[in-house]
Nanobody, 126 residues
Framework: QAQLVESGGGLVQAGGSLRLSCAAS????????MGWFRQATGKEREFVAA????????DYADSVGGRFAISRDNAKKTVYLHMNSLKPEDTAVYYC???????????????????WGQGTQVTVSS
């Protein structure tokens, strides 16, 4: 399993932008499929975005498509979530997730992942 550490969360006004980072340990990061999930207070954790190990494919929740972008730098063992046009409903704790991936595939279910970060809080004020 990978060790994951998220950073970059904070307080931002509606319409603003943030970039979340997730630094991973492990020698085989380049074979990990990565994902971002979020959990708002009182709600279940939900899928946000996913990326294949080669960054050849990405997938997004309908609620963030066109506003968020996931990317990765395998040399730095880091995955990013670029968040633009933020809305108050984007307020949540954001989690990074990883799993080894034998083929190019984006995983969108929480149960597909076996490594999780501790989460970073994103708060969007209206």
């Amino acid at each position: 399993q990978a060790q994951l550490v998220e950073s970059g969360g904070g307080l931002v006004q509606a319409g603003g932008s943030l970039r979340l980072s997730c630094a991973a340990s492990g020698r085989i990061f380049r074979t990990y499929a990565m994902g971002w999930f979020r959990q708002a207070t009182g709600k279940e954790r939900e899928f946000v975005a996913a990326i294949t190990w080669s960054a050849g494919n990405t997938d997004y929740a309908d609620s963030v498509g066109g506003r968020f972008a996931i990317s990765r730098d395998n040399a730095k063992k880091t995955v990013y979530l670029h968040m633009n046009s933020l809305k108050p409903e984007d307020t949540a704790v954001y989690y990074c997730a990883a799993r080894t991936a034998p083929r190019e595939y984006t995983y969108v279910r929480e149960g597909d992942y076996d490594s999780w970060g501790q989460g970073t809080q994103v708060t969007v004020s209206s």
